[in-house]
């Protein structure tokens, strides 16, 4: 706090309007000036100039006789114990905040004595301060000042310096800052008695409240993880509050911005923070929450469990519950089967063999299972020896041994089934055409050979061994 002039040092005194005014309990006149009559007429008239200011200012005194006979002298006594006067004039500087009372007595030449009493107020120098409402501020926001006035003499003038290079008059006012920063707002507090108080205080002016927003991490969530959630603005003026509604079971805000907390139960929430800064004002922000089952295993199987080689195989993985999707890895697996990232993996085993089959399964938050089952892979069975005999070697009845899966065989049976095919249609091109469609073959023409006459036909040695072609195919 500045003064506006020197310091005096001062007993503490009330405050205007709280306390009351000052008063004495010593047995003097209340009136600042008084006239009394003794004797012949003698009276005195006293006065003070000014009858109330601040403490450490001069006060004059004067008296006046009436009456009585002239000339007249003047002595003085005052409540607060300071040295006598003389004089019908005197000047003090009252150094006692207090309601002083000084007694003037006059006596006249005759021998004639009266006096009176006068009252001076004597207050504390004037102090100051003020309030603000609401501090710290944001841009845009009416801020209240409120003079608040200690000490000094009545009446009082206030005046402000807002630090914008706004001036204002008065006890109280409203004013709106328009750009954010830190001003150095002055109140001046002038009494009547030109003595001036002065209070100074810093205003917090922030920018005005924008972009809310709200975090929900992880989104998506199992029962049982930590959930963070983190509530932020632009703007604003510090300290700022924070209030939550709309959470998930299990989750209480502490009165921070961040907080964490585990969900207990499932389901789908949307969380509504709302952000209060030193002014008052408020803006909200949403975040969708997706609490979800925690991810367990339902069933894993292979289908068939036992199967021969060159058999289709089906691996089937059944999960409930995860946040994030599901990704699986399996090991252990057949020749010819793969590992894929699928709940259904489908293969074809390549070669025999018991076969342990693992299964690992995680969800997008990493919690994961495991599983396993066993597959037995046989190798094909050799087919029954038969009378033929196939293109490796292997004895065949002229059928083919299907194995493996439906509608696969083994090359050599192809190759049976095409050789009987190809002799069918031979044996059955022959039995169609025979030799009756056909000349018989010429004469030879060798030494010893018997020549044919015109109108002979020449017949063929019958062989008892050739065979009769014209007989039907049986």
């Not at 002016?205 to 199992?222: F, K, N, R």
């Not at 037995?376 to 029954?384: C, L």
């Amino acid at each position: 706090m500045a003064w506006a002039s020197t310091p005096v040092p001062h007993l503490p005194g009330p405050v205007r309007g709280v306390g009351g005014p000052l008063t004495s309990s010593a047995p003097f006149p209340p009136a600042h000036s008084a006239s009394a009559l003794a004797g012949a007429g003698l009276s005195v008239i006293a006065s003070a100039n000014p009858n109330a200011t601040d403490l450490g200012l001069n006060v004059t005194f004067s008296a006046s006789a009436q009456g009585g006979t002239s000339p007249y002298n003047y002595s003085w006594r005052f409540s607060d114990g300071t040295t006598p006067g003389f004089g019908p004039t005197l000047t003090r500087k009252l150094l006692m905040a207090e309601v002083l009372h000084a007694t003037v007595w006059g006596n006249d030449s005759s021998g004639q004595s009266s006096n009176t009493t006068v009252n001076v107020t004597v207050n504390f120098s004037p102090d100051a301060s003020f309030e603000v409402k609401p501090t710290p501020t944001d841009v845009g926001v009416p801020v209240y000042f409120a003079a608040v006035n200690y000490g000094g003499t009545a009446p009082f003038q206030d005046s402000w310096n807002l630090g914008d290079g706004t001036t204002a008059k008065g006890t109280s006012l409203h004013h709106t800052y328009s750009a954010p920063g830190t001003y150095l707002v002055t109140l001046f507090d002038n009494d009547s008695v030109g003595r001036m108080g002065e209070s100074q205080a810093y205003l917090e002016v922030g920018a005005s409240l924008s972009s809310p927003s709200l975090t929900a991490l992880p989104s998506v969530a199992e029962v049982g993880d930590e959930l963070w959630l983190n509530a932020s603005i632009q703007g604003g003026s510090a300290p700022f509050t924070y209030a939550f509604s709309g959470l998930p079971t299990g989750c209480l805000p502490n009165g921070n911005a961040t907080f964490g907390c585990f969900p207990n139960s499932t389901g789908t929430f949307v969380v509504n923070a709302t952000i209060y800064d030193a002014s008052g004002l408020s803006m909200s922000a949403l975040a969708g929450v997706t609490v979800a089952p925690s991810l367990s295993l339902v069933n894993f199987s292979a289908s068939p469990s036992n199967l021969s080689v060159g058999r289709a195989l089906s691996l089937d993985l059944l999960t409930s519950g995860g946040a994030g999707g599901v990704s699986v890895v399996y090991s252990g697996l057949p020749g010819g089967c793969l590992s894929s990232n699928t709940s259904t993996l489908q293969c074809v085993p390549s070669s025999p063999g018991t076969f342990v089959v693992n299964v690992s399964a995680m969800d997008g938050r990493g919690h994961k299972v495991v599983a396993s089952t066993t597959v037995i892979v046989t190798p094909i069975a050799s087919p029954p020896p038969t009378g033929g005999t196939s293109p490796s070697g292997n004895t065949t009845n002229g059928t083919s041994k299907l194995h493996g899966n439906a509608g696969s065989s083994t090359p050599w049976d192809l190759y049976a089934l095409v050789a009987v095919a190809i002799g069918a249609v031979l044996l059955l091109a022959v039995y169609r055409s025979g030799p009756k469609g056909h000349p018989s073959p010429p004469p030879s023409k060798g030494r010893g050979a018997a020549t044919p006459t015109q109108g002979s036909r020449s017949t063929p040695p019958s062989d008892p061994d050739e065979e009769d072609l014209d007989a039907p195919v049986t």
